[in-house]
């Protein structure tokens, strides 16, 4: 929910501008941009500030229809985009069509199955044991975090993340070099398995050189928990005995 967003969207125009009209106005909406969401919407209309990453016009017909690009930000309205971009080329505009192409890594470029597929799939495997098409189906959940930052935590220290302890820094056995503060992290075992979802609360070099206190707090487990063994409870019976 919180990756960016991807988008083909085909904008038509209520009357013909100048192309190059079209792309300054259009350009003039990368960045930070204030939104009220639409009527028909989900969520409270309320004005927010949302970011564009990028937007590339890929094919203009008859001066009015646009086809373009979009990068943005999660929970930016494309329809409320291409409206407000017709009101400042003074003409209107709206939205006719939208495709999404991508959230974050996943592209809809991707080797991509049929529902269908994927029910024979898990038919294979629950009446005779068979895992080969599953496995070609369904993709480790591992890879839905691959874009984010990783933090790599001791054995120790997955049964009380996984029991609701936020990540410490005796915890830590290795880290990307991209972590920063305030960045959504991915927590993973030695073994690659992913634990946790959370938020960095501490820039990489800050992680590297602390030896106590929290580095990131825990936002969504993934991992269930007793996999790993519980080694704090194991620490305090030793204490008590």
């Not at 969207?9 to 192309?19: I, Q, R, T």
């Not at 991707?110 to 068979?130: C, F, N, Q, W």
Request: glycine content about 6%; charged content about 30%; aromatic content about 6%.
């Amino acid at each position: 929910m919180h990756s960016y967003k991807e988008y083909v969207a085909l904008m038509e125009l209520h009357d013909k501008v100048e192309v190059d009209r079209l792309i300054e106005v259009m350009n003039m909406f990368v960045g930070k941009i204030y939104q009220r969401p639409p009527l028909r919407s989900s969520v409270k209309r309320s004005l927010r500030v949302k970011e564009v990453y990028s937007i590339e016009v890929l094919e203009i017909e008859d001066g009015k229809h646009v086809l373009f690009k979009v990068r943005c930000e999660s929970g930016t309205y494309i329809r409320k985009l291409c409206h407000d971009i017709g009101l400042l080329l003074g003409v209107e505009a709206h939205m006719r069509e939208l495709r999404r192409t991508a959230v974050a890594h996943i592209r809809e470029d991707l080797p991509v199955v049929t529902m269908h597929e994927v029910s024979e799939a898990l038919y294979l495997h629950r009446k005779y044991g068979d895992e080969t098409l599953i496995r070609k189906v369904v993709l480790p959940g591992e890879f839905i975090v691959a874009h984010l930052p990783r933090i790599i935590v001791k054995d120790s220290a997955v049964g009380a993340i996984t029991h609701g302890a936020q990540l410490a820094a005796p915890g830590v056995v290795a880290l990307s070099n991209d972590v920063k503060k305030g960045d959504r992290v991915a927590i993973f075992t030695l073994k690659g398995e992913l634990i946790a979802v959370g938020k960095s609360v501490m820039d990489v070099d800050e992680i590297m050189k602390s030896e106590k206190g929290i580095v990131a707090n825990i936002e969504r487990v993934v991992m269930q928990p007793n996999i790993y063994p519980p080694m704090w409870r194991k620490a305090k019976k030793a204490e008590g005995s």
